[in-house]
Nanobody, 116 residues
Framework: VQLQASGGGLVQPGGSLRLSCAAS??????????MDWYRQAPGTEREFVGTIDTSHKTTYANSVKGRFTISRDNAANTMYLQMNSLQVEDTAVYYC?????????WGQGTLVTVSS
């Protein structure tokens, strides 16, 4: 499974960004799998941001609830993370992930920097 995250950049506090995660791989059927977003700020451990299941049901970390929205386009094999009301504390490398059996697959990450 290959995951390609994109869309990161520099944004001012209060701004918005939309991240994308394109999934591919032989035998991998995107629509049959829940997908996750994680993030890792400098000097910290990777933390869960949110997940979207095969029914498009979403779950979020308390720190982003109400500000971030995860969606998916099964026809495009792509997951999205819409981030609004960004805060300096949201600065991190954002990763998309999928769990298949006992294995977690990770994309390469995309850097989001929130700064004035």
């Amino acid at each position: 499974v290959q995951l390609q995250a994109s869309g990161g950049g520099l944004v001012q506090p209060g701004g918005s960004l939309r991240l994308s995660c394109a999934a591919s791989g032989s035998g991998f059927i995107f629509r049959f799998n829940a997908m996750d977003w994680y993030r890792q700020a400098p000097g910290t451990e990777r933390e869960f941001v949110g997940t979207i299941d095969t029914s498009h049901k979403t779950t979020y970390a308390n720190s982003v609830k109400g500000r971030f929205t995860i969606s998916r386009d099964n026809a495009a094999n792509t997951m999205y993370l819409q981030m609004n009301s960004l805060q300096v504390e949201d600065t991190a490398v954002y990763y998309c992930s999928v769990r298949l059996g006992y294995t977690n697959y990770w994309g390469q990450g995309t850097l989001v920097t929130v700064s004035s």
